[in-house]
């Protein structure tokens, strides 16, 4: 198996995009992936696009073809992949396992949703989740993930302040991402007293309705000073299954696949949690925030609401969490989430994240969760190719 390389990656703003459509998003995204690399559309040998829900979201199937063409790009072939909001690394992941194959030399992974076009996206959505034990019985992804929240604090007596916190330090760093949804601070105050969601979680404790695209290429590592002299290789890229519905799961206040994941990300790159210096979690609430700094390792189960409280995770912080604002303020279009992630961890180990860089950023991580954990993806990603 060969070493892998990212060497260009792109993102649109990412918001509620009125006025660009979601073809217009995805071209935006993967022409500048492309001359950020430095590499022709005569160099590409596949394309790998995560998208949960064009069908339900913006009527289109076969989008696929639809990009490709859109894009100029015929007669390359484009695969379309799925794992809900995880859907955008598994598309990373599958470039990455092409590369390394020898099958292709340079792949496209890209993630692209278009939410906005919709009246109601809840029940495209519900989707990710079991339909017959909690769709259909009227359990939305709030409701889902305030359960997790009641355990957890009734558990391991996380309060509601140290959810909050999630938010806050999220929108803090988006403020400085000029491709993020919400780019203002707020504070706990304004957290705990904005519209009651499900109970615990309000309204800022929630990750927004969002549109756009992010893309990133690939090659092998030994090429990768052929077209940049700024590489960032990939380590690591580890996936792990769970049951979808959370009746099922041993413990509700444990994404058990982002444990495996995790486990099987820092065996492969041959590093423990201690090594990584900057990571982009899957916080598409306040408490999936709190969950993933404890089942990435960061710190022990239940006492990830002390950490985030005593501001381990800011960017000047013991073990810097989502500098480009995370889902909650950097905006959760489901598809392109993932490969999102992987664009700011890249631009963190250029040295490239302007006032949101984490200093001396060596090696970082992507964590990307489909649903309630039915799905996880882990990637470590490094500045230095050994």
């Not at 979601?22 to 160099?43: H, Q, V, Y």
């Amino acid at each position: 198996m060969r070493d892998v390389a990212i060497i260009g990656v792109a993102q649109t703003k990412f918001g509620e995009l009125w006025d660009t459509s979601f073809r217009e998003l995805i071209a935006e995204a993967g022409l500048g992936a492309i001359k950020d690399s430095g590499i022709s559309g005569d160099d590409i040998g596949a394309m790998y696009v995560g998208n949960m829900s064009s069908g339900l979201f913006v009527d289109q199937e076969h989008i696929a073809s639809l990009i490709s063409d859109h894009m100029g790009l015929n007669p390359v072939p484009c695969t379309r992949v799925e794992a809900a909001c995880a859907s955008g690394s598994l598309a990373l992941r599958q470039g990455i396992i092409t590369v390394a194959s020898g099958y292709e030399d340079i792949v496209i992974s890209a993630g692209v949703e278009k939410m906005t076009d919709v009246v109601d996206a809840t029940p495209a959505i519900a989707t990710a989740s079991d339909q017959e034990w909690e769709a259909q019985q009227g359990a939305t992804f709030p409701s889902l993930y305030a359960m997790i929240a009641r355990r957890h604090m009734y558990e391991y007596g996380t309060t509601r302040e140290q959810l909050a916190e999630v938010s806050v330090v999220n929108h803090h760093n988006a403020q400085y991402n000029p491709y993020a949804q919400f780019p203002f601070e707020i504070t706990t105050e304004k957290v705990l007293n904005s519209s009651k969601v499900a109970d615990p979680l309000t309204l800022l404790d929630c990750s927004p309705v969002s549109d756009g695209a992010a893309a990133v290429v690939l090659c092998p590592a030994e090429d990768a000073h052929k077209y940049t002299d700024t590489p960032i290789y990939v380590k690591a890229s580890a996936q792990s299954s769970d049951s979808i519905a959370l009746h099922d799961r041993k413990d509700m206040t444990t994404l058990n696949a982002t444990k495996v994941a995790a486990k099987k990300a820092y065996d492969m790159a041959g590093v423990t949690v201690k090594d990584i210096d900057v990571t982009e979690v899957h916080d598409c609430f306040s408490i999936n925030g709190l969950l993933a700094v404890e089942d990435l390792g960061f710190t022990e189960k239940g006492n990830g609401g002390k950490v985030i409280e005593d501001g381990q995770t800011r960017i000047d912080g013991d073990f810097p969490i989502n500098p480009s604002g995370g889902l909650k303020a950097r905006g959760h279009p489901l598809g392109a989430t993932g490969i999102a992630q992987a664009c700011e961890i890249s631009w963190q180990l250029r040295g490239d994240a302007g006032k949101r860089q984490v200093d001396g950023a060596e090696i970082g991580m992507t964590h990307n969760v489909g649903g309630t954990g039915g799905t996880a993806t882990v990637h470590i990603l490094s500045r230095d190719q050994n």
